[in-house]
């Protein structure tokens, strides 16, 4: 049976493309929808819709687009997959460790299968959870992925339909979940024909990118079962476990009842059926705790938040860089700040909004916030894509690691750092259209003057921006390289197996800073389980005179260790010390240093 949503439509045709190629007009139902029932259509069928007996489209539900967003759709018999992941139970959000990629520029085949290969490094490196830039079909053979335009699709240069499903059952055969990127804010400007068939767009609102999803006018009640279809798509027939949804504060929407709680409850509907728990992660620059309040508390109901302020801190106070938005970071006070609360923002005036910004607070569970130290965004909205390792010293990179990894919150990788990849992240696309690629890059070069970047951005529409892009997956066994591996490794393995790290929260969670030496500490207890750890965020060696914590410790991490491409550390390996000497300690550049409570 074939059901299309054409409100819009005086007339619909089924187009079946054999041979024998057939047309088949479609019978109107109530509230715009066609429908044509085809007893003999099976998996692999290609078809179109015609739309007043003019123009032939995809359809906007399309499971595969075989010959890219320009060609036919394809009937795909979800029931033909074999899974082998029965006994996948999925894992609660506090025991993901994240680790975000980009399908096309994780591996030199750029395919699904590729990443199946590596899946073992990523288990043995720690990480929990694969959280995969979007898979729907987009135009061309290269794009970050938000330019999808089928959001039912799986691109077919990445290996299509049953080239994900392979990919999310090897990652549950090892342990691994599964976070699938999705756009709801906005469609790609190529190949997209959802406004021909319906309403699904606004023209009260505008994002960045064109008009807004209809969530809160006319016929948006069909637009919104459209998004949450997709959502529950994912689900089931791809057994994602969980949904990061892009940019919601671009989602706009006045009705009493948002979309997103919607999306939340269906969510949980969904969940309760299954018999096993999806998740929806946002990302949101808005800092607004709703995000993550129960739909009962008025809010939206979402599991966890993108936080961008732990980053914005360390990176503004390491760096010293002020453009953009990084002009609202930089002090000191911020960099202990986001340490206690994630969130720097909670409703303090921000010079790059020129407004009041945020009403996050410290109530707000910290397994519910996503920290990193690097993400997508953050490399591939640079000038020349540079990632953390371009932009910090290597002492400080270790830092700023610890400091992510070893937070209550929930930390996120992005693909290739735990080595220190060197290659940039680029923003890249393969658009058909010559006039639509020098849009994006003017677009490019526009968004680049907030934050006063000399220089051209590398070209968009190259083929040579794409490979740049590529992990150099060789550098993990080279230097300075493979010992940043090891210590992430390390990193990982605390807060796998020490029970103080190993559940986000801030049972037991005291921080303590000295301002003039650069220095935080802080301490976790978990029962009988003790964490204490010293950051210094000094880039020249200071004295400081520490405040040991009470009891017996053991050191258990050491950045100026030798194995982690240190020369040795003053920190001693055992406390207590003599306190009452009260001797000052020599810290040597970005200092990591954690001990365990002894037993007892």
């Given at each position: 049976m074939f059901t299309v949503w054409a409100p819009r439509a005086q007339q619909v045709d089924l187009l079946l493309f054999g041979p024998p190629d057939q047309i088949l007009p479609m019978q109107p139902?109530?509230?715009?929808?066609?429908?044509?029932?085809?007893?003999?259509?099976?998996?692999?069928?290609?078809y179109a819709f015609r739309l007043n007996g003019r123009v032939q489209r995809a359809d906007p539900v399309s499971h595969?687009?075989?010959?890219?967003?320009?060609?036919?759709?394809?009937?795909?018999?979800?029931?033909?997959?074999?899974?082998?992941?029965q006994a996948w139970r999925g894992l609660p959000p506090e025991a993901y460790v994240i680790y975000e990629l980009h399908v096309g520029t994780f591996s030199n085949g750029g395919r699904?299968?590729?990443?199946?290969?590596?899946?073992?490094?990523?288990?043995?490196?720690?990480?929990?959870?694969l959280e995969i830039m979007p898979v729907a079909a987009f135009p061309g053979a290269r794009n970050?992925?938000?330019?999808?335009?089928?959001?039912?699709?799986?691109?077919?240069?990445?290996?299509?339909?049953?080239?994900?499903?392979?990919?999310?059952?090897?990652c549950h055969r090892r342990g691994l979940a599964v976070v699938l990127d999705v756009v709801y804010n906005h469609l790609g400007p190529e190949g997209n024909s959802l406004a021909e068939f319906g309403p699904y767009f606004s023209g009260r609102y505008q994002t960045p990118w064109g008009e807004a999803v209809n969530f809160d006018g006319p016929d948006s009640d069909?637009?919104?079962?459209?998004?949450?279809?997709?959502?529950?798509?994912?689900?089931?027939?791809?057994?994602?476990?969980?949904?990061?949804?892009?940019?919601?504060?671009?989602?706009?929407?006045?009705?009493?009842?948002?979309?997103?709680?919607?999306?939340?409850?269906?969510?949980?509907?969904?969940?309760?059926?299954?018999?096993?728990?999806?998740?929806?992660?946002?990302?949101?620059?808005?800092?607004?705790?709703?995000?993550?309040?129960?739909?009962?508390?008025?809010?939206l109901g979402l599991d966890a938040n993108w936080c961008d302020d732990l980053h914005h801190a360390?990176?503004?106070?390491?760096?010293?860089?002020?453009?953009?938005?990084?002009?609202?970071?930089?002090?000191?006070?911020?960099?202990v700040k986001a340490l206690r609360d994630g969130f720097v923002y909670g409703g303090e005036f921000s010079r790059y909004r020129?407004?009041?910004?945020?009403?996050?607070?410290?109530?707000?569970?910290?397994?519910?916030?996503?920290?990193?130290?690097?993400?997508?965004?953050?490399?591939?909205?640079?000038?020349?894509?540079?990632?953390?390792?371009?932009?910090?010293?290597?002492?400080?990179?270790?830092?700023?690691?610890?400091t992510v990894i070893l937070s209550p919150y929930l930390p996120l990788l992005f693909m290739g750092e735990e080595y220190g990849e060197t290659a940039p992240f680029l923003y890249f696309t393969d658009h058909g259209d010559p006039d639509l690629s020098e849009a994006v890059r003017r677009g490019r070069q526009d968004e680049f003057e907030r934050f006063a970047w000399q220089g051209q951005p590398p070209d968009p529409g190259a083929l040579e921006t794409f490979e740049r892009s590529r992990l150099r997956w060789d550098q993990r066994k080279q230097g300075q390289h493979a010992q940043l591996l090891v210590f992430y490794r390390q990193l990982l393995s605390l807060r796998r197996n020490v029970p103080a790290l190993c559940l986000p929260g801030k049972t037991g969670y005291q921080v303590k800073d000295w301002e003039s030496e650069r220095v935080i500490t802080w301490q976790r207890q978990l029962g009988e389980s003790g964490v204490w750890a010293c950051?210094?965020?000094?880039?020249?060696?200071v004295s400081w005179m520490p405040e040991w914590p009470e009891g017996a410790w053991r050191k258990i991490l050491d950045a100026d260790d030798q194995a982690f491409g240190g020369n040795g550390s003053h920190f001693p390996e055992l406390l207590p010390l003599r306190r009452e000497a009260r001797d000052k300690l020599r810290l040597l550049p970005y200092t990591v240093a954690v001990y365990l409570k002894e037993p007892g």
């Open positions: 139902l109530r509230q715009g929808y066609w429908r044509k029932t085809v007893p003999t259509a099976a998996d692999g069928q290609k595969a687009q075989p010959e890219g967003v320009h060609g036919p759709s394809q009937i795909i018999d979800h029931r033909q997959f074999s899974w082998q992941d699904f299968r590729d990443i199946i290969g590596r899946l073992d490094d990523l288990v043995e490196l720690g990480v929990t959870a970050w992925g938000y330019d999808g335009v089928f959001p039912f699709a799986v691109q077919q240069t990445y290996g299509g339909p049953n080239g994900f499903k392979a990919l999310v059952d090897a069909d637009v919104r079962n459209y998004f949450i279809a997709n959502a529950l798509h994912w689900f089931d027939c791809y057994h994602v476990d969980a949904l990061r949804l892009d940019a919601i504060q671009t989602i706009y929407d006045r009705s009493a009842s948002p979309f997103l709680a919607e999306l939340s409850e269906a969510t949980e509907e969904y969940s309760r059926r299954d018999g096993r728990r999806r998740y929806l992660i946002a990302e949101s620059d808005l800092n607004d705790e709703r995000v993550v309040q129960t739909r009962s508390a008025r809010g360390v990176h503004a106070f390491l760096t010293g860089e002020r453009q953009g938005y990084y002009q609202d970071y930089g002090d000191w006070a911020q960099v020129g407004r009041r910004y945020g009403n996050f607070t410290p109530q707000i569970p910290p397994r519910r916030l996503v920290v990193s130290t690097q993400n997508h965004d953050l490399a591939g909205n640079r000038l020349l894509g540079e990632r953390t390792s371009r932009l910090l010293p290597f002492g400080a990179l270790k830092l700023f690691a610890a950051l210094g965020f000094n880039a020249e060696p």
